[in-house]
């Protein structure tokens, strides 16, 4: 278990009346950069009869408060966990109530600017990523943010500023798709056909089963005048998922061409 195996770094209960009604744990965790001070947080439990209460966030603010007296990065897997289990406006009570705790924690305003742009408020989750940015992230998780605010610049149609943050992203990690995916929308949205068609072609190299992806890259294909190639390209799109509607309709509009032709 985590206590005979020297993990378990804290362990709090929350008592009632003299009676047990929650209990939180914070195990250590090893990273494989070899970096310290890292904590996972649960289990988490609480009484049935004391949910509703506040129990388990009052207990994980309390271990949270500990741990960073311990100097540990306790507080990033609390707000994953809680981004996990929540969401809309219970979440952005929590990552309140945890900012309070942790003042400039980048990761708290990139699962707020992740809730945001879930729930379509893409403007506010833009001033979140960017927030995020400016909180110093670790390195890894530069690639995340980038992408993230990319893809609000890319539905406010802002074209360049979302090239430029996507292209800082993938710099950084060049073997994500979503990176090439937005940056071949971009193009796309820009005319820029080549440049589209190369950014979908390394999408679907980097993940083969992506069906959006395979589409896209026949659509720019088709736009270059390559016909056989575009064709086969939607017929691996609708292959994967028959129910992207523009590739089955430009599928259909080049194989009738086609018969037409003959």
């Known amino acids: 278990g985590l206590r005979s195996g020297r993990a378990l770094a804290l362990s709090l209960v929350a008592e009632l009346d003299g009676v047990v009604v929650g209990h939180v744990a914070f195990s250590r965790v090893d990273i494989s950069d070899g970096s310290t001070g890292w904590y996972c947080l649960g289990p988490l439990a609480v009484t049935a009869s004391a949910r509703g209460a506040g129990v388990g966030g009052r207990l994980v603010r309390e271990g949270l408060a500990r741990l960073r007296a311990m100097g540990g990065n306790g507080g990033l897997f609390a707000a994953r966990l809680?981004?996990?289990?929540?969401?809309?406006?219970?979440?952005?009570?929590?990552?309140?109530?945890?900012?309070?705790?942790?003042?400039?924690?980048y990761y708290l305003?990139?699962?707020?600017?992740?809730?945001?742009?879930?729930?379509?408020?893409?403007?506010?989750?833009?001033?979140?990523?960017?927030?995020?940015?400016?909180e110093g992230p670790t390195g890894e998780d530069l690639p995340y943010l980038y992408s993230y605010k990319g893809c609000c610049l890319r539905d406010l149609a802002r074209w360049d500023e979302a090239v430029v943050a996507l292209e800082q992203g993938l710099a950084l990690d060049e073997e994500r798709p979503d990176l090439h995916n937005a940056l071949g929308v971009c193009a796309y949205k820009t005319g820029r056909h080549s440049d589209?068609?190369?950014?979908?072609?390394?999408?679907?190299?980097?993940?083969?089963?992506?069906?959006?992806?395979?589409?896209?890259?026949?659509?720019?294909?088709?736009?270059?005048g390559e016909r056989d190639e575009a064709i086969a390209n939607y017929e691996i799109a609708l292959g994967q998922d028959p129910t992207i509607e523009f590739a089955l309709e430009r599928l259909t509009g080049l194989l009738t061409a086609d018969q037409e032709e003959c």
Request: glycine share 6%.
């Open 82 to 105: 809680a981004a996990d289990l929540l969401g809309g406006d219970a979440l952005e009570t929590q990552l309140a109530a945890m900012q309070a705790l942790l003042p400039g924690a």
């Open 109 to 134: 305003s990139f699962y707020r600017g992740r809730s945001l742009y879930e729930r379509g408020e893409i403007e506010a989750a833009l001033a979140a990523f960017d927030q995020a940015l400016a």
């Open 196 to 224: 589209a068609v190369a950014h979908f072609r390394r999408a679907v190299a980097l993940n083969p089963v992506s069906a959006i992806d395979y589409a896209n890259l026949a659509l720019n294909l088709e736009r270059l």
